[in-house]
């Protein structure tokens, strides 16, 4: 009988017989090497978070090789070690086991988290400014620094830009590749000198003095005019706020009111306060409003004005892609409007900063953006609508790993949150041809509500040559994440049917 060592086969007949006439039967047998056919497990994947001073990661801790049959592994990338220093990001490591009947592979991914977010140096304080009219204003811009990279600056205003006579938010955001931001913000305050001359009137003139330390305005109308609805004959300025109103009143054609007829067509009836009391007239509405009743005037609907007085209605519009405030007083005051995704403090142009990062407005001519709900994010300034809000996606596999025998089946889910609803892919890392593997398909998941949550990827008759990982790809439009499921596939011997073994 023969028999050969372990690692190697017989070839030719285990048995031989001593014949009567001294010889043995048949040709002697030999052991031919056995050429294992390779397999491979790798470690789990690995995730860590960058360290707020380190561009690079060490994951030596957590370090683990992979288990296989053979001896023969090499890695790629080549210069990977326990010792590598990662940097951020992800980075995919693959191991492959070779000997004479083949080779096989397995992967994983190193994901090195940049969770720290960009500095901001010297962000200037709040700015305060005096003046008669807008002006620009200058500041010392603030500087960034990452502990991986700056990728993007934005900023709502550039040092030496001209301002208005109102408070401004000014608004520096930095981001890195991981999408880190990191804000700066201050206000730009110009306004009036303390007792500056008031507003107004449109159709009049003031003579403003200053006596004893308060100051005082007069008003002259042309004849047959008096200023619209005034409830004083001057005004006056004390501790910076005139009264009774910050704006004069503008000069209308108005008439005392005869007692026993009614005001004529296109004319309101107004009082007229004067150093006795006051008295009745008949009144023309200013510009930029019309007769709404026959006691008031209503301002110039938007996108229409009114440069004439005594209108019954706003009949002038505001010339094609243009639009005005109420109250419009000439076509001058038409403006291209903010388009969606942008706004300003009047909702009208030239100057339309883009909507901050997480904030949207679907809307055009708006003086404020709305916040993304639910802490959900933007990718970048300038959103549009709702759907432009949402979060990366984060995967979860299960199970990790699956032990099954050869011509059995197997299923592993791949689950993702994110907003919007991500895509999902499955790919296997095995390079062998697809008529040696068992069938794949994949399936979307969906909740009782019929909300897609995760995709299941099941191999139906798995062979021996299943084994190895399966990556899970989910993305959507914030981002992208990966997955990886491990399968080993136990072979299952057949010695045909002999009942008997070489031993």
């Keep these: 009988m023969y028999s050969c060592d372990s690692g190697y086969s017989l070839e030719g007949q285990s048995r031989r017989q001593c014949l009567a006439d001294g010889n043995w039967d048949g040709a002697p047998p030999s052991c031919r090497k056995i050429d294992v056919k390779p397999w491979i497990v790798c470690p789990d994947n690995i995730k860590q978070d960058l360290q707020p001073s380190k561009s690079t990661a060490d994951v030596s801790s957590v370090w683990k090789e992979p288990t296989s049959n053979v001896k023969q592994i090499t890695i790629n990338p080549p210069e990977i070690s326990s010792s590598y220093q990662f940097p951020a990001g992800e980075t995919k490591v693959e191991w492959t086991a070779t000997s004479p009947a083949g080779s096989a592979s397995c992967a994983i991914y190193v994901t090195i988290e940049d969770v720290t977010p960009p500095t901001i140096h010297n962000c200037p304080k709040d700015i305060f ?39 401004t938010n000014v608004l520096y955001e930095v981001m890195d590749a991981k999408l880190n931001r990191a804000s700066c913000l201050f206000k730009v305050t110009l306004k009036r000198p303390p007792c500056h001359d008031p507003d ?44 009774p109103t910050e704006t004069i009143p503008d000069c209308v054609v108005s008439v005392k009111k005869d007692p026993n007829t009614p005001c004529e067509e296109g004319r309101i009836e107004m009082t007229k306060v004067n150093f006795v009391g006051s008295e009745l007239h008949c009144t023309k509405c200013p510009k930029g409003m019309y007769k709404s009743s026959a006691k008031d005037c209503s301002p110039c609907p938007v996108g229409t004005f009114n440069d004439q007085q005594g209108q019954t209605q706003c009949s002038q519009k505001c010339p094609p892609g243009t639009s005005s405030l109420p109250g419009a007083k000439s076509s001058v005051e038409c403006k291209a409007p903010c388009p969606p995704g942008k706004y300003s403090a009047t909702g009208l142009g030239p100057n339309c900063p883009d909507c901050p990062f997480d904030h949207y407005q679907d809307q ?84 009782a509500d019929g909300d897609v949550i995760g995709s299941r990827l099941t191999i139906t008759d798995a062979t021996y040559e299943n084994t190895g990982s399966y990556e899970c790809s989910v993305t959507n439009t914030h981002g992208s994440e990966k997955g990886l499921a491990k399968i080993n596939v136990e072979k299952v011997i057949d010695f045909g049917g002999s009942g008997e073994q070489p031993s």
């Design 364 to 447: 055009a001519m708006k003086t404020s953006c709305i916040p993304c709900p639910n802490g959900t994010i933007t990718v970048g300034k300038g959103a549009k609508s709702l759907a432009e809000c949402g979060t990366k996606p984060k995967v979860t596999i299960d199970p990790l790993v699956s032990n099954i025998k050869e011509k059995e089946s197997v299923s592993v889910n791949c689950y993702a949150s994110g907003t919007p609803t991500p895509t999902y892919k499955w790919t296997d890392l095995i390079d062998i041809p697809d008529d040696f593997l068992g069938k794949m398909s994949q399936h979307i998941l969906k909740n």
């Design 200 to 243: 107004g009137p449109l159709d009049g003139t003031k003579s403003c003095s200053n006596y004893g330390g308060v100051n005082f305005c007069q008003v002259q109308c042309p004849s047959g005019s008096e200023m619209y609805k005034a409830t004083a004959l001057y005004w006056q300025c004390n501790s910076g706020v005139w009264q």
């Design 129 to 167: 400014e005096t003046s008669d009219h807008p002006k620009a204003v200058t500041w010392v811009e603030p500087t960034f620094s990452d502990n991986v990279k700056v990728t993007k600056v934005d900023k709502s205003h550039n040092s030496g830009d001209t301002f208005q006579l109102l408070e």
